[in-house]
């Protein structure tokens, strides 16, 4: 299967919120994004200051996606990005289109000097587990905790 991985440009917009609508809502079983909002993410990525993503497309069509987002670290004292997701259709899991867009955004992060890149996956997806250890993945110590943000916790 010949695969071309590369960054994300304006002529994929709608194909990609396809599949950025398709990773949310049918892969995690999230509610679907409000439409407004997922418009907004695709106008920072598009951007490419906060984050970037890196697309795989096979004969013209985009069946894979990866996203990293720019930030920092005390612990690691400087430039980190975070590999918030990464996604390949049904059709072409099993055949290295994972691989392909996982060394893109490692060798992304090694070419602008970040001093890691992080990631996570939810604790049932076994199968992202197994591969990201065959990738060379670490599980960290620390454990993730989230929050939805609301005015007056803690009071």
């Not at 992060?109 to 990201?132: C, H, I, P």
Request: proline share 3%; glycine share 8%.
């Amino acid at each position: 299967m010949r695969i071309e991985i590369r960054e994300a440009e304006l002529a994929d917009r709608d194909a990609l919120r396809e599949l950025m609508n398709r990773y949310i809502f049918d892969f995690y079983h999230y509610p679907r994004p409000e439409e407004v909002r997922l418009e907004a993410l695709l106008d920072v990525l598009m951007e490419k200051q906060a984050g970037i993503q890196f697309v795989a497309v096979h004969e013209g069509e985009l069946v894979g996606f990866a996203t990293l987002y720019f930030t920092y670290s005390t612990l690691r004292s400087g430039k980190v990005v975070i590999m918030n997701d990464l996604f390949v259709t049904d059709k072409c899991r099993s055949q290295g289109v994972g691989t392909k867009l996982f060394r893109a955004c490692s060798q992304y992060a090694a070419y602008k000097g970040y001093r890691a890149m992080l990631w996570e996956t939810s604790k049932d997806n076994v199968e992202a587990q197994q591969f990201y250890e065959k990738m060379g993945g670490e599980r960290d110590e620390w454990y993730p905790y989230s929050i939805k943000p609301r005015i007056g916790i803690g009071d």
